[in-house]
């Protein structure tokens, strides 16, 4: 059985840094592509970033240049570095993998079929 198991979100200021970590288990997590996505009250779920099984890493536009996503493949962990937070980050922040996922799509979250449960980040002004 597939998991996935947030950690690390909080309530900061406006630019702060916060580390987000999400712990899989039930995977061979070298094989999965893996993101973070985020969700934001009266807001469409929105992709944040993603890591493939070989190391590349891709960017939201709204969190380039600010957030960092690394994966940890002996701990089956991934994380999210997140500084310089503004208050448009809060959100609740959720982490997914997915074997499949095409390049071509890596930031669209209905190609993830695996999610956690999710961990709120608030970020005050």
């Known amino acids: 059985q597939v998991q996935l198991q947030e950690s690390g979100g909080g309530l900061v200021q406006a630019g702060d840094s916060l580390r987000l970590s999400c712990l899989t288990s039930?995977?061979?997590?070298?094989?999965?592509?893996t993101a973070w996505c985020r969700h934001a009250q009266g807001k469409e779920r929105e992709y944040v970033a993603a890591?493939?099984?070989?190391?590349?890493?891709y960017y939201g536009s709204s969190v380039k240049g600010r957030f960092t996503i690394s994966r940890d493949n002996a701990k089956k962990t991934i994380y999210l570095e997140m500084n310089n937070l503004k208050p448009e980050d809060t959100a609740v922040y959720y982490c997914?993998?997915?074997?499949?996922?095409?390049?071509?799509?890596?930031?669209?979250?209905?190609?993830?079929?695996?999610w956690g449960q999710g961990t709120q980040v608030t970020v005050s002004s």
């Open positions: 997914a993998a997915d074997q499949g996922v095409i390049l071509s799509s890596i930031g669209d979250a209905k190609q993830y079929d695996y």
């Open positions: 039930g995977l061979i997590f070298s094989r999965y592509t």
């Open positions: 890591i493939r099984y070989n190391g590349y890493t």
